[in-house]
């Protein structure tokens, strides 16, 4: 009788025994484990981090929107609160010659007394700035220089309530009866046309 007996050896012994030696295929065992199972159980981790990924990629957004809220809410108040007061200067003006219509007309005619002072004086420039619009009254402190002339007694003393520093009140020129009266309106408007002379030859 013959007894037969079937080891199996482990890979490492086989070259103790054989020089060579060839499995057949169906002699082959897998010590591997199941490569689907290993890969089902990674491949499910990334599916997690994923998940946190795409949680945190849709709330960052929101976050976002909130700070922005957060951010109008308190720097609009802060804004307003903070806007300066408007604060007003009037312009400054040079000069302005203010008369009645009448007196204006009159002035400004060829010939008149009025154009042969200015003449003299050689300030023809003045010309230009002589109106008889009473809303210049409403704005007289904001010119340098002021020179009325044949107004009434009312607006006389409305335009002296203002005390401004450099203002000449004269009569109507074309009006003066003596020769006195002529110089004296004269000698004035000169004195005024000297003191003035730096800001007359600007305008």
């Keep these: 009788m013959l007894l037969c007996y079937v080891f199996q ?4 012994d086989i070259h103790l025994l054989y020089k060579s030696l060839v499995v057949l295929p169906q002699d082959k065992y897998d010590d591997i484990p199941p490569v689907e199972e290993t890969s089902k159980a990674k491949s499910a981790e990334p599916d997690s981090l994923s998940q946190k990924l795409v949680g945190k990629e849709i709330e960052t957004p929101k976050s976002i929107s909130k700070i922005e809220e957060t951010n109008t809410q308190e720097t609009t108040p802060i804004s307003i609160a903070q806007e300066p007061n408007g604060t007003y200067k009037v312009e400054s003006q040079p000069f302005v010659l203010f008369t009645s219509e ?7 005619a060829e010939g008149s007394n009025f154009t042969k002072a200015i003449s003299a004086l050689k300030i023809t420039q003045l010309a230009k700035y002589i109106t008889s619009d ?3 009254l409403e704005t007289l402190v904001s010119y340098e220089c002021i020179w009325c002339m044949g107004i009434d007694l009312n607006t006389e003393k409305q335009i002296l309530a203002l005390k401004h520093k450099n203002i000449l009140i004269s009569p109507d020129i074309e ?6 009266e002529k110089k004296r309106m004269f000698s004035a408007l000169k004195e005024f046309a000297n003191l003035n002379m730096g800001l007359f030859t600007k305008i």
């Design 134 to 136: 009473h809303a210049v």
């Design 102 to 108: 009448v007196n204006k007309n009159k002035y400004l």
């Design 9 to 12: 050896l482990d890979n490492t």
């Design 175 to 180: 009006n003066l009866a003596t020769v006195e």
